[in-house]
């Protein structure tokens, strides 16, 4: 939540300097988490929850309700004073969320949220690469991911084709690696009882997922991007290879294995949209990455 609150603060900043022409939303993009570390460091869970009066779960539909009220205010009235509107905003976030602290003790040390992140955490924020497979932009290139979550325009992300896409995927967590999926949970396919998401046949049958069945439901708002998940485990039965997927959302409470879902690998190919992963974990597509990039410079395509 700390994360959360600076990610809040930072998007209402770009809503002020774009004079109301930035995203508003209550979601963001996996790489955002990085910039957000990068930015203001981070904290133990235990030094800010996020939680106050009681509560023992995160709701923040009144939180950002308020946040947008007042951000929406600004807008209509041409108030653009960034300092006196961020400081307003800070008030908001800290009558839902806390105020942030400002220095934490960690093993009998005091040190400020951005030390221990570097200093004590000593994560590599460097070493995470986002991809995402689209043909919206050329293959082999880096460019945006234009979803509304990405309210700030990343062109950070590795654009590759979908069978490369698939592949590092299913390698990465084969080999014991997690990552991040940034797409499509709202679908009829995924049923929370169950604990399992896939591609029903009404839809589309598995064997003809492919760059364009992905890209026109991308294209007619069919396929959206809205809901980051963590898959953490893999295996191959009946076919088909089946992901382990950690999720917060409140649907992942209904079934049997509470927090978790089952996705198969038709459910991955067509609504998975993003991957936020170690560098490590996708070795073998990075350096076919580099290699094809390299021909795509040279060829001036």
């Known amino acids: 939540m700390y994360i959360v609150y ?14 109301g022409d930035s995203f508003l939303g209550q979601g963001s993009e996996q790489n955002a988490v990085i910039a957000r570390i990068k930015q203001y460091g981070c904290v133990p869970e235990s030094a800010y929850t996020g939680l106050l009066n009681g509560r023992t779960g995160h709701n923040h539909t009144a939180l950002f309700n308020e946040l947008r009220s007042y951000l ?89 084709p979908l069978r490369d896409f698939y592949e590092a995927i299913r390698d990465a967590v084969k080999n014991g690696y997690s990552l991040v999926f940034g797409g499509d949970i709202s679908e009829p396919g995924k049923v929370p009882e169950e604990d399992v998401a896939i591609v ?28 980051g998940i963590h898959a953490v ?26 927090g978790y879902y089952i996705f198969r690998d038709d459910y991955v190919r067509l609504k998975m949209l993003t991957v936020l992963a170690h560098k490590d974990a996708v070795a073998k597509l990075m350096a076919k990455y580099a290699k094809m990039h390299a021909k795509t410079v040279t060829s001036g395509s």
């Open 200 to 227: 029903p046949t009404f839809d589309i049958p598995g064997k003809f997922i492919n760059q364009d069945a992905r890209e026109f439901r991308f294209y007619n708002h069919t396929t959206t991007d809205d809901h």
């Open 6 to 19: 600076w990610e809040y603060v930072e998007k209402a900043r770009r809503f002020i300097r774009e004079k």
């Open 233 to 258: 485990g893999f295996t191959h039965k009946y076919g088909h290879d089946w992901f382990l997927i950690k999720d917060s959302g409140r649907s992942s409470r209904k079934g049997k294995l509470k």
């Open 72 to 160: 929406e205010y600004c807008k209509e009235h041409g108030y653009w004073d960034e300092d006196k509107a961020l400081a307003y905003v800070k008030l908001i976030l800290n009558k839902y969320l806390g105020e942030p602290p400002t220095s934490v003790t960690v093993d009998g040390r005091t040190m400020t949220p951005q030390e221990y992140a570097t200093d004590y955490l000593k994560l590599p924020l460097d070493d995470y690469v986002a991809l995402m497979s689209t043909k919206s932009v050329p293959f082999w290139t880096q460019g945006e991911y234009k979803v509304p979550d990405n309210w700030w325009h990343s062109k950070d992300y590795y654009n590759v």
